[in-house]
Nanobody, 125 residues
Framework: VQLQASGGGSVQAGGSLTLSCAASGGTFRRYRVGWFRQSPGKEREFVAFIERSGNPTNYEASVKGRFTISRDNSKNTVYLQMNSLKPEDTATYYC???????????????????WGKGTQVTVSS
């Protein structure tokens, strides 16, 4: 499966953005999907996860309550709605998918086989 992330941009603190991850070349509903982010000099970190059916979801503690992950399997797309953005959310955001990943590994980037190119999110104070 090929993934394409989009929707990044520059916003002020408190603003919102919605990222999209469009998939092609596979049966998308078979894939579990995660969003990760990476800042310069830092390791790629988990942001959010969504199950094949759309439930359950899972969030990194610092984004819980501000970010919402969802998916539309009819459109082969996963979304990340980001509200109340903070400067510390600034990073390149990546979506990842895997059809074989087990539940205990969904927060770990190394377990995902398919990755999209990142989309940059910049939040200014």
């Amino acid at each position: 499966v090929q993934l394409q992330a989009s929707g990044g941009g520059s916003v002020q603190a408190g603003g919102s953005l919605t990222l999209s991850c469009a998939a092609s070349g596979g049966t998308f509903r078979r894939y579990r999907v995660g969003w990760f982010r990476q800042s310069p000099g830092k390791e790629r970190e988990f942001v959010a996860f969504i199950e094949r059916s759309g439930n359950p979801t899972n969030y990194e503690a610092s984004v819980k309550g501000r970010f919402t992950i969802s998916r539309d399997n009819s459109k082969n797309t996963v979304y990340l709605q980001m509200n109340s953005l903070k400067p510390e959310d600034t990073a390149t955001y990546y979506c990842a998918a895997d059809s074989q990943i087990i539940s205990s590994s969904v927060r770990e980037a190394r377990h995902y086989d398919y990755w999209g190119k990142g989309t940059q999110v910049t939040v200014s104070s």
